[in-house]
């Protein structure tokens, strides 16, 4: 009898046990989905030490809630009103470089609550089809965000196509512009192992880079060649410069994104008027990646895609020694008028 009773307690004992571990897991499970799915307190304005508007923390979770779902088209005309959400020109663009880091910027400033990223680059202003459709064609490409929020696109061509400048100058004057570089060799390499891999998935055969690079008939370097044009960026900053004061622009150390991210974003939140947000909790070293990855919450994180980050073919050192000789002078200018100066060879 004594036998039985004790065997009904254990088992009683042990439903007991479970309905507290799954209901302590439930829970954990449950608050990390309605950070991801539902905003919990509104995102009310405050004004931080310098004026400017403090985002509360918590609305970092909304990135990854109601407004990811909203990106994916998932949102009704009526949740849209009633949350407040709007589709904001962009206040700050990313010009610039290819193969500079571009998406990681974007990414990594995306972590900020008061960012808020278009997705896809968009090509408004460097594609005469796309800019023919009007502004607010653009607008319309623009994700959800709240009003006190911001909207960055990037767009990499923007930054050495001819017509840009203009056409953003006449959208807005005052727009910020975010240029990010690298070491320029090393730039022009990356440029090209991308587009060798564009042809290898084709089953086409491509030069190698130093056949591009070097002409060979003068034995110089060669200007034609876009990767090379691409990577001499005081030439196109200057176009740029006919329209917009050096003020409204933050060059972004590309090559120290890549092994240092945080004092990068940090400059930038400064530009940009931002409450330093982003923190070293948001960013976390993926060894097996070999880069920087991004994490959002306890429940989400993500490294880039793994088209970035590309191993580079070998380039003979005399093209490298050529081209750096060949980039030095306009480096060299690019730092003067910037005011960065990088240790570029
Ligand atoms: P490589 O592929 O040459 O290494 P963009 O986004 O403008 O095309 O730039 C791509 C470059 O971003 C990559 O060039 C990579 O080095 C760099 N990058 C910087 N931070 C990165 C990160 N956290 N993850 C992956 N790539 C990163």
Not at 90 to 97: D, H, T
Not at 184 to 211: C, H, M, W
Request: positive net charge.
């Amino acid at each position: 009898m004594l036998f039985k009773q004790q065997a009904l307690l254990r088992q009683k004992l042990f439903v007991l046990g479970s309905l507290a571990i799954g209901s302590l897991l439930y829970l954990v499970a449950r608050v990390g989905s309605l950070d991801r799915l539902q905003p919990l307190c509104p995102i009310d304005g405050r004004f931080g030490p310098h004026g400017q508007e403090e985002i509360p923390l918590r609305a970092l979770q909304f990135k990854r809630g109601l407004l990811h779902e909203f990106r994916k088209g998932n949102a009704t005309k009526e949740q849209i009103r009633l949350h407040n959400l709007v589709q904001q020109l962009p206040k700050a663009i990313i010009i610039g470089v290819r193969k500079g880091g571009t998406r990681a910027l974007l990414e990594m400033l995306n972590l900020h609550p008061a960012v808020v990223k278009a997705s896809q680059e968009i090509h408004f202003f460097d594609n005469d089809e796309n800019y023919a459709k009007g502004i607010e064609w653009y607008r319309k490409k623009m994700p959800f965000s709240y009003p006190h929020q911001i909207t960055i696109e990037k767009s990499p061509a923007y930054f050495i196509t001819e017509e840009v400048p203009e056409r953003i100058y006449k959208m807005n004057s005052s727009i910020k512009l975010l240029i990010i570089v690298r070491e320029p060799t090393t730039r022009a390499i990356s440029d090209y192992t991308q587009v060798l891999e564009g042809k290898e998935r084709k089953n086409k055969t491509y030069y190698k880079f130093e056949k591009l690079a070097i002409d060979a008939n003068t034995c110089e370097v060669n200007t034609k060649y876009k990767a090379v044009r691409t990577s001499i960026y005081t030439k196109h900053l200057e176009r740029w410069l006919k329209y917009f004061p050096i003020e409204q622009f933050h060059i972004v150390d590309g090559d120290r994104l890549i092994t240092e991210p945080l004092p990068e974003l940090q400059m930038v939140e400064k530009f940009l008027n931002l409450p330093p947000r982003i923190s070293q909790y948001n960013l976390y070293f993926n060894a097996t990646r070999g880069f920087y990855c991004l994490r959002f919450n306890i429940v989400f994180n993500k490294c880039l895609a793994g088209s970035k980050g590309r191993i580079h073919p070998e380039v003979d050192t005399s093209v490298i020694t050529k081209l750096r000789k060949f980039f030095h002078p306009f480096n060299q200018k690019f730092y003067q008028i910037t005011g960065r100066t990088f240790n570029w060879p």
